[in-house]
């Protein structure tokens, strides 16, 4: 008996310990962390770190300082190592880890390999987070053309929306751009493509009336990223600038 009411007390625990809010009204907090070239971007909300894209260059950043008592999810914007890199040391180190999208390019059996490793998360908790996917895909895509098939999200927040583009290139821009509805309100741009002159056109910055702040997740010595003309412009539409190389993990409170 002594034997149920300690079995009956561990399901109950896990089961508190699963869906109470870890902080409760916390605001949402975007951290981009630097990772050298690549991208990993986490939201943290009360319950839950909603990762966008998870490579890099240098070992894993101290995202479990934030993660490791809340529940997991990705979203991954294609397949490029630098953005998928992390994904085997994401499912042995973050708790109840799942895969909410995948690349949309064609990527290698290895890499796929690696995915696999994730379990599918339903896609209503995203939802229910205030992430909305605008990815449009173009109806033709040349095999050197794989940017344009990168997923793009915005994380929808009171204070001013995220806008987090992945790898997407200008053409793809001309697409999604007019999914993004007035009331989104974006405020912060996680720069398409690392800061590269082939992302950031002049048109998605018209479109973003509110935009205050870009970042680059970037080491400039590997690529030139961000790219001087994509700074420019950025400065001419008076956006700040800032790069993980120089500001190290950046935190924004939502
Ligand atoms: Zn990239």
Redesign the pocket.
């Given at each position: 008996m002594t034997h149920l009411f300690v079995k009956i007390f561990a399901v109950l625990s896990i089961l508190f310990w699963q869906t109470k809010p870890i902080s409760p009204g916390l605001k949402p907090l975007l951290i981009i962390w630097d990772i050298g070239?690549?991208?990993w971007v986490t939201i943290v909300t009360d319950r839950a770190c909603h990762h966008f894209d998870i490579?890099g260059e240098k070992w894993p950043p101290p995202v479990q300082h934030w993660c490791r008592s809340r529940d997991n999810d990705l979203f991954i914007s294609?397949g490029?190592e630098?953005?998928i890199k992390f994904v085997p040391w994401a499912v042995r180190h973050l708790p109840r880890f799942c895969l909410v999208a995948g690349p949309l390019d064609e990527i290698s059996a290895r890499k796929k390999q690696n995915l696999s490793l994730a379990r599918p998360c339903s896609a209503e908790s995203a939802r229910d987070a205030g992430i909305r996917e605008i990815t449009t895909l173009p109806t033709h895509v040349s095999e050197h053309d794989h940017n344009l098939l990168s997923r793009v999200y915005v994380f929808d927040s009171p204070e001013g929306a995220v806008l987090l583009p992945?790898?997407s290139i200008v053409e793809g821009e001309a697409l999604w751009l007019k999914q993004l509805r007035a009331e989104y309100h974006i405020r912060i741009l996680v720069l398409g493509?690392?800061g590269s002159r082939t992302s950031t056109g002049e048109a998605l910055l018209r479109h973003l009336p509110d935009l205050s702040i870009a970042i680059a997740s970037a080491r400039k010595a590997k690529y030139g990223h961000p790219h001087a003309e994509v700074v420019r412009r950025l400065l001419d539409h008076h956006i700040s600038v800032l790069t993980t190389e120089d500001y190290g993990h950046i935190a924004i409170r939502l």
């Open positions: 070239q690549g991208l490579g294609h490029d630098d953005h992945g790898d493509h690392h």
